[in-house]
């Protein structure tokens, strides 16, 4: 019933915002959430989340809950049959400077890439890009550089990809974030920008590259 309301009402935001509140209440059982999947939960979310691309805290909801959908193997290769990596990225795009609504982009993300799969089809819609752009605009921010460099982290031990990483300033953005966010005490981010750049360097040329952005 909650699906149907929320599918009924679709332009109604008090109605998505009570229908999300059901829906996170019900998904902490994860028994429900083969049931909430299996009755078009995915379908519903990904349609409301286009209906109200620019309300940002409607965005934040859908991106939350969409995490919660995904995190199964199953729901994952559901959500990028049904289209919510470009949905996704758009509503990044689209409210850049809101960092709350980048980490759960960015969340989501993390989560769609552990099929290989999925890594060609998030990097051909762009996001590796959209993760960079993230990133730079929100170097101060600690947790947003470390969910983008997780992000980029598991796309890295794929040499094909590497260079589509490198390609588009990912070395810079990350040394970047290690150096902005050395004084936090934050040992985490230090730790995973040291993996990243790792296999990153790949190559002499991607070696050079990580020298010359002052990365030693």
């Not at 929320?6 to 059982?29: C, E, K, N, P, R």
């Not at 993390?110 to 060609?120: A, G, I, P, Q």
């Not at 990809?161 to 974030?177: C, H, K, M, P, Y």
Request: aromatic share 2%; proline share 0%.
């Amino acid at each position: 019933m909650v699906l149907l309301a929320m599918t009924v009402h679709v332009g109604q935001v008090v109605v998505q915002g009570q229908g999300y509140m059901m829906l996170f209440i019900l998904a902490s059982d994860n028994n429900n959430v083969e049931v909430i999947t299996s009755a078009g939960g995915i379908q519903v979310v990904l349609m409301v989340m286009m209906a109200h691309v620019g309300d940002v805290h409607m965005q934040g909801l859908v991106c939350a809950m969409l995490r919660i959908l995904a995190s199964d193997n199953h729901n994952a290769a559901a959500c990028i049959d049904d289209g919510s990596i470009q949905v996704v990225l758009t509503a990044m795009t689209a409210h850049a400077g809101h960092v709350r609504m980048q980490g759960f982009g960015c969340q989501i993300l993390r989560v769609l890439t552990s099929d290989h799969h999925n890594k060609r089809t998030i990097m051909g819609a762009g996001g590796i890009k959209v993760v960079l752009m993230v990133m730079a605009a929100h170097a101060g921010d600690v947790r947003m550089q470390l969910l983008g460099c997780v992000v980029i982290h598991l796309f890295a031990p794929d040499n094909d990809i590497v260079l589509w990483i490198t390609d588009a300033g990912g070395i810079q953005v990350v040394v970047t974030a290690m150096m902005v966010t050395v004084h936090s005490g934050d040992l985490v981010m230090q730790d995973q920008g040291c993996k990243t750049l790792c296999f990153l360097a790949c190559d002499n040329d991607h070696m050079m590259t990580i020298m010359g952005a002052d990365g030693a």
